[in-house]
């Protein structure tokens, strides 16, 4: 990265690209997040890599952070859910549920308060966290080589 062209450090996509290297290596996933949802190009396609890792992360740091609650609302907000500008109000609702649904799917403690906001239990999520393993996987990492497949193809 050092040896890059000035030229090049000044190219919208680079910088970009530079900001998110810095942001995944720090660990900053607000700003990780912040620059998701304003990728130019194709870059998001690169960071959808790195997302469901840095969700986890961040999932970890809040639930250490936060206590002993706090609400699924900000969550989804803070991970890029929902958006907070008045273009992805629309879409707020729907957020929310995928939010909720990826919280369980990690092993998230939720319950809802006095008021009915649904939070996350922040003390007891910090043991139960997870990261399933993807639903395609195989142990050597190829799907297209999983060894049914191969036995199938190799049969006919």
């Known amino acids: ?77 803070v991970l890029g859910f929902v958006g907070i500008d008045k273009v992805c109000e629309a879409n707020g609702a729907d957020g929310l549920e995928e939010c909720e649904e990826w919280l369980k799917a990690h092993g998230a403690v939720l319950s809802v308060d006095n008021n009915g906001e649904l939070q996350i239990d922040t003390k007891v999520s910090s043991t139960s966290l997870y990261l399933p393993e993807p639903e395609n996987a195989v142990s050597h990492g190829d799907a297209s080589l999983a060894v049914g497949d191969f036995l199938t193809r190799a049969s006919s």
């Not at 942001?23 to 990728?39: D, I, P, R, T, W």
Request: charged share 25%; aromatic share 12%.
């Open 1 to 77: 990265m050092a040896s890059l062209p000035k030229e090049a450090k000044k190219d919208t996509a680079v910088k970009h690209a530079l900001e998110v290297r810095y942001a995944f290596s720090s660990g900053n996933y607000v700003l990780f997040f912040k620059l998701y949802k304003m990728a130019p190009n194709l870059n998001s396609c690169l960071m959808d890599l790195y997302v469901e890792r840095m969700l986890f992360v961040a999932m970890k740091c809040m639930s250490k952070s936060y206590r002993p609650t706090v609400p699924v609302r900000y969550a989804a907000r």
